[in-house]
């Protein structure tokens, strides 16, 4: 198992998802991609789901992958990469396999390819067992298409299908809890991580990669087109996140011990990390100060709720 | 660095089932013209970050974060004898000029810049922010 | 190792089994699949394989059709044989993937047992999911009864997996009429089976991890139409391998199959198009007509996909009169098979009266008496040299008499 220390001998992994891809600037797409596939050393095989990961990394005729990898359609990297898995343990049952080096299987999917089309799929491929890591690059809407919501934009936020405007405030759902949902599934390791966090989240997909069986990884992937801030700031963006605890970092095992990965010193205002997004700027307008209220509230609950389980071992 | 012109192809001679394979040479990693490392997205840019070597800690903030995996490094032994990564350069083929390097930068004054795309390297090194200035604001 | 099956020299096995046994002896690698009414003792067949050893492969449940597919095409991009099976709103589920499997050249195998497309919902036999996977770049092989059901998907996994085709195939049977009818079978044993098929080749396996290659990359305006028009192509140019296949399984097993097969079509002057189990009701007809003097013959292309239309319109060279018989509602036009034979008879020069007939949906019975009532109109239109019957009628259907011109 490669060892992750630090970040001076994590910079010596030759990249397996390069350049020349058509992300845009500041993307955290690629942040988290690339800290996924080079927390291991085992080869990998790579299902995307319909995306903006999936439309910029391979742009006939060019791919941007070192590694096997497949595109199916938006709802069914789960399912892809569960036969592939499949074809791996077939194939070496029969001692017809093409390598003997170790091989891994991951999935990438957008929040709309996996809490909402593809949420069946990846439904299934957990419950049946296959050992691979599912990744969702979770931007909180359908961004590759020009920012429409999802199950996973959170109340109060603009996209251009839950506009804010003369009587609405954006976004009127809760984020779905697509991490608790997967930890529900009894999968034997899921978690949440964000890119601003490398370590965190490369020791997370290391040990999800390590665990037989089907993990999960709900990374949150700021996104600067569509959330509206600087393509600069998309790691600053991410702190802010994880410093309000509107994205808490933590872990849970076999669905039921649950660890808090990272405590913040000092828990920031979750106003800071929303007023330095443009989708939520008109939150901060006269008549809107309640959602914010009850942004704090949720985000309170939550984080004391996490807690809670933790300190309880559950 | 074939341009995307230049790989066009007749439908004959098209790539069966679309498939791409990442390498011409798997044995030596050689990378196959169809591997976007091939393809040049330099004019996304309007400015370019410019490493200054003389600040730099070799932190690796740059290259773990840098979304186009333009951040050039070089393995190094230390004394002790661990291996590290020392930041060496850009990679401007694939620098989509982000900032991010620039922003995660942590030395007091930053070891990446950001110049308008057309400043040469030792213009831009020159007019690199002092010690002094730093203390003035 | 998988346990060999014993089989005996004649088993009587329905569609279902056949269909079964003949994944089960290509030792397919990944079968994914989800049950659907007719087709799901397939399914439960290879699951009861595998329960007693007799598989080696990993048999994937899945929790819908459109993984199925989806996990077929990872699992075949993986590299290694891969099977499934499926009928109607199972089949209309898959039908994107269908394009993603034929468009990235995968060899998959998929036996449907041909089933109503609902609304209103409805579990029997009809060609409606046939024709909805008509343009998904599948060869499609049709099969009338058991022994078919088994001979042509032993067939298919050889075609598919011909590194002059690499195209996915399905094998077609009738649903309830052929897939739970059970009739005497002569099935070849294990080893021979296993050996007609052959191993399978690899085509830019993902497992190669130490070539890695990237499937399903997003090909624009400058791309598209050049591989779409080579996948084409490859299809068009699949007949002489599929030709070249039956003959090998003739020499092996006496069994001949015909890219289009016909009945007394020698000295015909009239002639009935029809896909599926109704051919052999067909022929029954078509011996009846004849005790009285009415030159009919039957046709029924055994490859529905890459159609054979050359080949057909030679075979119509003499007739007069034509029926097409669709087992689908073509739901605003003439059916498929009218506007497949119409296109051949146009492309070649050839003209004859041609009359379109819709039958069996959902599973309605047709019977030699409704044939010789088409047969008999037919010959109406030969004699009069002219149509004086409607272009598009309706078999055995309650009412009065629904029909178009
Ligand atoms: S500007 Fe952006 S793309 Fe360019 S080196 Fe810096 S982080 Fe990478
Ligand atoms: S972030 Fe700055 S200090 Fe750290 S390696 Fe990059 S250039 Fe050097």
């Known amino acids: 198992m490669k060892k992750i220390t630090n970040l001076k001998e994590f910079a010596c992994t030759p990249d397996r998802f390069l350049g020349g891809h058509r992300l845009c600037p500041g993307c955290a797409h690629s942040m988290i991609v690339r800290e996924v596939v080079n927390a291991t050393d085992d080869d990998l095989v790579v299902s995307t789901a319909t995306g903006c990961l999936e439309v910029c990394s391979a742009i006939y005729p060019y791919t941007s992958w070192d590694v096997s990898w497949i595109h199916i359609g938006f709802e069914n990297a789960a399912a892809a990469i569960s036969g592939a898995e499949a074809m791996h343990k077939a194939l070496k049952r029969k001692g017809k396999l093409y390598t003997d080096r170790p091989v891994k299987f991951v999935a990438f999917g957008g929040d709309g390819g996996t809490y909402d089309i593809g949420f069946q799929a990846l439904s299934g491929a957990t419950e049946r067992g296959h050992d691979f890591l599912y990744v969702c690059l979770d931007n909180e809407g359908y961004m590759n298409t020009g920012g429409q919501r999802s199950s996973s934009t959170p109340i109060g936020a603009h996209t251009t299908t839950s506009p804010r405007g003369r009587v609405s405030y954006g976004e009127k759902q809760k984020k779905k809890d697509i991490t608790m949902i997967m930890a529900a599934h009894g999968s034997p390791y899921v978690a949440t991580a964000c890119p601003s966090y490398w370590k965190d989240l490369a020791v997370k997909a290391q040990k999800a990669l390590e665990t037989e069986g089907p993990t999960f990884i709900n990374a949150l992937s700021p996104c600067t087109t569509e959330w509206k801030f600087k393509p ?49 700027s008109h939150l901060f307008k006269k008549g809107n100060e309640w959602i914010l209220d009850l942004w704090q509230k949720q985000v309170d609950e939550y984080w004391d709720y996490l807690q809670r389980r933790e300190e309880c071992g559950v | 660095m074939a341009t995307p012109k230049e790989m066009l192809t007749t439908w004959d001679k098209i790539q069966f089932g679309a498939v791409l394979p990442s390498f011409e040479d798997p044995k030596t990693k050689k990378r196959s013209k169809f591997h976007s490392y091939n393809y040049k997205v330099a004019d996304w840019r309007v400015e370019k970050p410019v ?50 390097c620039v922003d995660v930068c942590p030395t007091p004054i930053k070891s990446l810049l950001m110049f308008p795309e057309h400043t040469p390297i030792e213009e831009a090194l020159a007019q690199w922010p002092k010690k002094e200035d730093k203390k003035k604001d | 190792m998988a346990e060999k099956y014993q089989l005996k020299k004649t088993e009587v096995w329905d569609g279902n089994m056949a269909a079964a046994h003949a994944l089960r002896q290509a030792q397919v690698d990944v079968v994914a699949a989800y049950p659907i009414t007719p087709s799901t003792p397939i399914v439960q067949n290879y699951a009861q394989f595998l329960a007693d050893g007799y598989i080696d492969g990993e048999f994937v449940m899945v929790e819908s059709e459109h993984s199925a597919m989806s996990a077929c095409v990872g699992a075949s991009a993986a590299g290694g044989r891969v099977a499934t099976a499926t009928s109607s709103q199972g089949y209309a589920l898959m039908v994107e993937v269908l394009y993603q499997a ?27 999911d046939l024709y909805l996977g008509r343009d998904a770049g599948w060869i499609h092989l049709i099969c009338n009864n058991p022994q078919e059901a088994y001979d042509l998907t032993l067939c298919a996994f050889k075609i598919a997996e011909d590194e002059r085709v690499r195209l996915p195939v399905t094998t077609n049977q009738d649903g309830f009429l052929v897939s739970h009818t059970a009739q005497v079978v002569h099935p070849l044993d294990d080893d021979t089976a296993y050996k007609f098929i052959g191993d399978y080749k690899p085509l830019n396996p993902m497992l190669d991890t130490e070539n890695p290659v990237t499937y399903g990359a997003q090909t624009e305006e400058e791309w598209h139409f050049e591989h779409k028009a080579n996948q084409h192509k490859a299809i068009m140019d699949s007949f002489p391998v599929i030709e070249e296949v039956f003959q090998q399984f003739k020499d092996l097993t006496g069994r001949e199959y015909k890219t289009i097969e016909t009945y007394k079509m020698d000295d015909a002057e009239i002639a009935l198009i029809v896909m599926g189990s109704t051919y052999e009701t067909a022929m029954v007809a078509v011996d009846e007509a004849r005790k009285k003097g009415i030159k009919v013959g039957v046709v029924m292309p ?24 669709d087992r689908s509602a073509p739901m605003g036009t003439t059916g498929a098979l009218y506007n497949e034979t119409a296109g051949a008879l146009m492309a070649n020069g050839q003209s004859a009266i041609l009359t379109n007939y819709i039958y069996g949906l959902g599973g309605r019975d047709t ?39």
């Open chain 2, 51 to 100: 490493f200054n070597p003389d600040l730099c800690i070799n932190c690796d903030f740059c290259w773990v974060w840098c979304p186009d995996s333009c951040i050039l490094v070089e393995e190094v032994t230390t004394k002790r004898g661990k291996k590290q990564a020392k930041m060496v350069g850009i990679d401007y083929d694939h620098c989509k000029g982000c900032g991010v």
């Open chain 1, 232 to 280: 600069e700031e998309t790691v600053r963006i991410g702190e802010l996140a994880v410093e309000s605890c509107a994205f808490p970092l933590y872990e849970i095992e076999n669905g039921t011990k649950l660890r808090i990965t990272y405590r913040p010193k000092k828990k920031i205002p979750v106003k800071e990390y929303l007023g330095a997004q443009g989708r939520f």
């Open chain 3, 302 to 325: 055994r490859v529905f996909r890459p159609f054979p239309y050359n080949q057909l319109a030679e075979i119509l060279k003499n007739v007069k009169a034509i029926a097409t018989l």
């Open chain 3, 367 to 405: 019977t030699v008496e409704h044939l010789l009532q088409v047969i008999e109109e037919t010959q109406q239109n030969a004699e009069a040299g002219k149509r004086v019957t409607p272009l598009q009628g309706f078999i055995n259907l309650r009412g009065p008499k629904l029909s178009f011109n």
């Open chain 3, 102 to 128: 034929s468009g990235m050249r995968l060899p998959i195998v998929m036996t449907v047992v041909n089933r109503a497309l609902a609304s209103p919902l409805n579990i029997h036999g009809d060609h409606s």
